[in-house]
């Protein structure tokens, strides 16, 4: 018998699978087809092990619909634009493009050396022209449908390099430039945005959707959606000035005792007095300065100004002092808040820091007095059954009954009316950076800005840009690329120089694959598709998708919101890009923590590879623990999967391997472990627990290297093998193919049909039997799986342990949780 040497054999098969195109795509086939994906890399320069822990998994999931007859799809490419490449432009000399395409190379055999049953004949990288001609055909088609516009919005702002920042470049709570390490500025751009928000209240809905709940919480967080009323606030003595505030207790506004602008606020300039000018001016400085979680960050100390100026309570013309203060934005709502200290807890802190009024309007109803201004210890903030008080003709009127009140009451003399509100904004996609998609626009002293006709795309990038050290973006620069002629008038003009946001490449990737680079080198016209319809019409939707959670609020609301925008302008006929994601966890370093070069923790994939083999790496991944859960990497524990992998080899390439009968003993006990242990696999790879498969795996493993050598010629013991290789074989691809071939002619075992488990033969003889007294675990022993429910209940009442806790107790009831438990509830 020959040893088991993985790296012999995982390079023999990658070489084979590559000749006869084992996993090319094959559309229209008679097969259901499968579109099975997994969110593509950045091409950073190295696969690292986290990738790894998302694609090998995903990989095992693609061959095992494979075997269940499905004709699966599972395409890869690269997300290739982004900051990275610019910064290492500028460290390197060099462009980002050369910096791109040999990390692509480099990570393509890393790619390739996993395993995977990748569609390498449709790959796609976002920065080669012919894919991001196709963005700029997107850009141009929102722009049609009223969904693409220009405003002016934040960004941050180095004075010193001239440029904007990215979030990552600025650095430490001062906020400095990563570069000069000079103060970093907010400053106003006219910036392109795409409006997501006209589909605020679709994203909240995901009925049909097998989406996971994390997920799915976290997007309706990010959304925001808030009920309320949005009504009108009257500067005192400024007849032509007022401002709308948005509130979601109106029942609460005769407790208004102040109230908050932002300080981008346009009406700051016009109300702050003389007195206070000088004071709210350095606090509009300073805020300029911070970001929006850092003013809006939970637990952090809420500062403002007074402006000197008062607005009128439109319920009891009571004056109100007017505050700037950061924890406002000007960006959510109406950028501006009414204060309600006594119900709201920022509110309160505020108004404690700054001796401001706190009036109590709301109560408990089981409350009988108002607790006065001074011995108030928070805000009270509840809803349900509270009662309005200190609120003239509302007084005494209970919780929502109050809201609808106060409410209609604003509505009928017209001084507010009941909206919706959305914390979602509309999705900024400008960049100032070159390594991007250029927005198909030019600037025209005459015509002003002009859309880039369809058939001259793509704008393309140039390849001579010269980077400098302080970032800017060389597009401004570079003649050949801003100079242009007006599409209107002919005259003059100038291209836009932003970008896109890389996001915008990955919201589409997956309709790209199904034709990579679709209309390669034709002209493109406004009645267009980015794919081939039929190919489209096959493959489409994805049917699973899988990654990371930390994508939840940005990355998978757009690829929703970009399927949801090209069905409304016809291009496809479904909603939503897949119905089916799954969220993998985390793989951390020996010492239990985020792996990263400062604590030296990281592992390198390569040199395990080289030591151990792919199919060793990919079975200790998924064997870690629950794939969305993750958890540490150990080097010692890879030891145990090797032990298993010599253990398969040894078993599987005996010498006495077929029998020519085919006649089984249903009462075997090997048939009916074989049956019992494919079961639980199976139903393991259709819930992706790869971590209990492999457990089974390994308990089966045991079984077979205890049966003697004497049935070794049975038909139960080639079963046994082979249903041990074929339900090996998602995992671990490559010594599966080997003993496959060892003991038949023909088709890869990656072509095999997934085996099917005998109902009968699969049932448990006897099962754990958990015993509880009042919910509370009190005995477990086995019991045959053939018991009825009179039974069980009998054998769960006479166990002695379970007797001791019945003395001088009454049995109410006996619950049983058919082949679970037993619950005995007694008084």
């Known amino acids: 018998m020959k040893p088991y040497r993985a790296t012999e054999i995982e390079a023999k098969w990658k070489e084979k699978w590559n ?25 950073s320069g190295d696969l690292h092990i986290g990738h790894w822990y998302a694609m090998a998994p995903s990989d095992a999931i693609a061959r095992y619909k494979r075997m269940e007859g499905y004709n699966v799809f599972f395409p890869m490419g690269f997300d290739a634009f982004g900051l990275p490449a610019e910064n290492a432009a500028i460290k390197h000399n060099i462009h980002p493009k050369e910096w791109t395409y040999k ?26 022209p012919e894919y991001y001609k196709w963005n700029q055909w997107f850009f141009l088609k929102f722009y049609e449908h009223g969904l693409a516009y220009r405003d002016y919005s934040p960004v941050d702002f180095c004075t010193t390099c001239n440029t904007t920042l990215a979030r990552e470049q600025v650095i430490g709570e001062m906020r400095l430039c990563e570069r000069c390490e000079n103060p970093v500025i907010k400053k106003d751009l006219n910036q392109w945005k795409l409006k997501i928000t006209k589909y605020s209240e679709e994203l909240l809905n995901y009925e049909g959707m097998e989406w996971p709940d994390r997920v799915k919480a976290m997007q309706t967080q990010w959304i925001g959606k808030s009920e309320g009323v949005e009504f009108n606030l009257q500067v005192s003595c400024e007849e032509n000035l007022s401002f709308r505030v948005f ?33 709210v001016e350095e606090y509009k400085k300073a805020a300029a300065r911070k970001s929006e979680i850092e003013r809006t960050a939970e637990g952090q100390e809420k500062d403002g100004v007074f402006t000197g100026a ?60 108002i607790i006065p201004e001074d011995q108030l210890a928070e805000a009270y903030i509840s809803k349900e059954n509270t009662v309005m008080v200190n609120s003239a ?8 009954t109050g809201f609808d009140r106060v409410a209609e009451y604003f509505e009928n003399n017209k001084i507010g009316e009941r909206k919706i509100n959305y914390r979602l904004h509309d999705w900024l996609i400008s960049r100032q950076r070159m390594w991007g998609t250029p927005i198909p626009f030019v600037h025209c002293s005459a015509c002003g800005i002009v859309p880039v006709p369809y058939e001259e795309l793509p704008v393309r990038l140039p390849d001579d840009a010269e980077f400098q050290p302080t970032g800017e973006s060389p597009l401004k620069y570079h003649e050949g690329f801003l100079k242009t002629t007006c599409p209107q008038c002919g005259e003059t003009a100038e291209r836009e120089t932003d970008t896109m946001d890389t996001f915008f490449c990955s919201s589409w990737y997956y309709y790209a694959y199904v034709s990579p680079y679709w209309k390669k080198g034709q002209k493109l016209t406004r009645n267009d598709l980015p794919w081939d319809k039929n190919l489209g019409d096959y493959w489409l939707p994805v049917d699973q998708y899988t990654g990371g959670i930390e994508h939840a609020t940005m990355h998978l609301l757009y690829f929703r919101f970009f399927t949801k925008a090209m069905a409304d302008m016809g291009l496809i006929e479904f909603r939503e890009p897949t119905k089916k994601l799954f969220n993998q966890g985390m793989i951390l370093g020996e010492d239990h923590e985020k792996m990263s070069k400062s604590r030296g923790n990281v592992v390198n994939p390569d040199s395990i590879v080289q030591q151990f083999g792919v199919d060793a790496v990919r079975i200790y991944l998924m064997f870690i ?38 006649d089984f003993d249903d009462s075997d006990s090997l048939r009916k472990s074989t049956h019992q242990t494919l079961k639980k696999v199976t139903g393991d790879y259709n819930q992706f627990k790869f971590n209990t498969a492999i457990a089974s795996l390994m308990a089966f493993r045991n079984l077979l290297k205890d049966i003697p050598e004497n049935q070794y010629l049975s038909s139960s013991w080639n079963e046994a093998v082979d249903c041990l290789i074929l339900m090996l074989a998602p995992i671990a691809p490559f010594i599966s193919e080997e003993l496959w071939h060892q003991r038949h002619e023909g088709d890869s075992v990656h072509l095999q049909h997934w085996p ?45 342990k379970i007797q001791s806790y019945l003395v001088e107790k009454t049995v109410r009831k006996v619950i049983v949780v058919k082949n679970k438990l037993v619950n005995i509830v007694i008084r």
């Open 103 to 128: 990390n692509m190379d480099r990570m393509r055999d890393q790619l390739r050396s996993m395993g995977a049953m990748f569609a390498w004949d449709q790959e796609v990288a976002s920065c080669d």
């Open 625 to 662: 623990g629950p794939w969305d859960g993750g958890g540490p990497w150990n080097s010692k524990g890879i030891e145990g999967i090797i032990r298993f992998l010599k253990d398969v080899w040894n078993i599987a390439s005996t010498e006495s391997v077929q029998s020519n009968t085919t």
């Open 393 to 400: 003709r509302f007084d005494g009127l209970e919780w929502p």
């Open 19 to 43: 000749e006869i195109s084992l996993y090319k795509a094959k559309p229209f086939e008679t097969k259901p087809k499968f579109y099975m994906l997994t969110m593509l890399p950045y091409p």
């Open 247 to 279: 509130t979601t207790r109106p029942d609460t506004v005769f407790g208004m005792t102040f109230c908050v602008l932002a300080p981008e606020h346009p009406l700051t300039e016009k109300i702050t007095t003389n007195e206070r000018m000088e004071a």
């Open 756 to 800: 099917q488990f005998n109902e009968e033969l699969s049932r448990e003889s006897m099962l754990m039997l958990v015993v509880q007294v009042n919910g509370k675990l009190r005995d477990k022993f086995e019991i045959s799986a053939d018991l009825d429910e009179s039974e069980i209940k009998q054998k769960a009442l006479s166990s002695p």
């Open 310 to 369: 008062y607005a009128v309570n439109p319920m009891n013309q009571e004056k109100i002092p007017i505050w700037i203060a950061d924890y406002v934005l000007a960006s959510y709502g109406t950028g501006a808040i009414m204060a309600v200290p006594a119900h709201d807890q920022r509110d309160f802190d505020f108004a404690r820091k700054y001796e401001l009024p706190i009036r109590v309007v709301i109560l408990s109803k089981e409350t009988s007095e």
